[in-house]
């Protein structure tokens, strides 16, 4: 079945500093691939998605890049903000489980000023 | 503005009784699911639906069920044989028939708590 690895948090970052946080996945065919992020007592909002081998992603500042070689979907910023303090969420869809979403775990990132 | 809305924010229940949270959707899409967030665990798949009257189960369906009469309602329904409910659960939709490259919209989440 599809399964999804995201880094283990928690991550604490100072303002400005570069983010970087690691997700692979498992799946057969060609799945896509999504970033969320969910902010305290709220739902999950769509962060960014790629559809297809070798797509960028991109929002807000964040990016991340479908890579089948290493089946990986890392997520980047390169100057983080207090703001952007928050869970993120790797998922894919499809390969297996046409419409259902695999998600990782999630990782909490802290951004102090 | 077009969305999920969950209701209640915040659920109690009390020991051996079923308690019903709400999921309505107003941006006409097809396929609805409902997941459960536990710390640390992500997400996991509780039901979904991708037609009206037809659902399936997802990975955690012991202790659960729903229905869906309705295209934009798909109401969760936890049983007193879900013996650790407490929980925040999230509601989520999508359309194009729940095609895998579109996202899913949520909303924002209703607190399950044993009394």
């Known amino acids: 079945g599809n399964s999804v690895t995201q880094m283990e948090g928690?991550?604490?970052?100072?303002e400005e500093a570069f983010l970087t946080i690691n997700c692979t996945y498992t799946a057969t065919?060609?799945?896509?691939?999504?970033?969320?992020v969910q902010y305290p007592g709220e739902g999950l909002q769509l962060l960014l998605k790629a559809t297809k081998a070798d797509d960028k992603g991109s929002n807000k500042g964040f990016e991340a890049t479908y890579r089948k070689e290493t089946t990986s979907f890392h997520l980047e910023k390169g100057s983080v903000q207090v703001s952007d303090s928050a869970?993120?969420?790797?998922?894919?869809?499809?390969?297996?489980?046409?419409?259902?979403?695999?998600?990782?775990q999630g990782t909490i990132l802290t951004v102090h000023p | 503005d077009g969305g999920i809305t969950q209701s209640p924010k915040y659920l109690f229940r009390k020991e051996g009784q079923n308690v019903t949270l709400s999921c309505e959707q107003n941006l006409n899409h097809d396929a609805m699911y409902w997941y459960r967030q536990d710390p640390g665990?992500?997400?996991?798949?509780?039901?979904?639906?991708?037609?009206?009257?037809?659902?399936q189960k997802g990975d955690i369906a012991e202790g659960y069920s729903v229905s869906r009469e309705k295209k934009e309602s798909f109401p969760l329904t936890v049983t007193s044989a879900q013996k650790n409910p407490t929980a925040f659960y999230l509601c989520a939709s999508t359309g194009n028939g729940g095609?895998?490259?579109?996202?899913?919209?949520?909303?924002?989440?209703?607190?399950?708590?044993?009394?």
């Open chain 1, 10 to 14: 928690p991550v604490t970052l100072s």
């Open chain 1, 29 to 36: 065919g060609y799945p896509s691939l999504f970033w969320y």
């Open chain 1, 87 to 104: 869970v993120y969420f790797c998922a894919l869809s499809g390969g297996t489980s046409y419409g259902k979403l695999t998600f990782g």
């Open chain 2, 41 to 55: 665990q992500g997400l996991r798949l509780i039901y979904y639906s991708q037609i009206v009257n037809d659902f």
């Open chain 2, 99 to 115: 095609a895998g490259n579109q996202p899913q919209h949520f909303g924002d989440g209703t607190r399950l708590s044993i009394l």
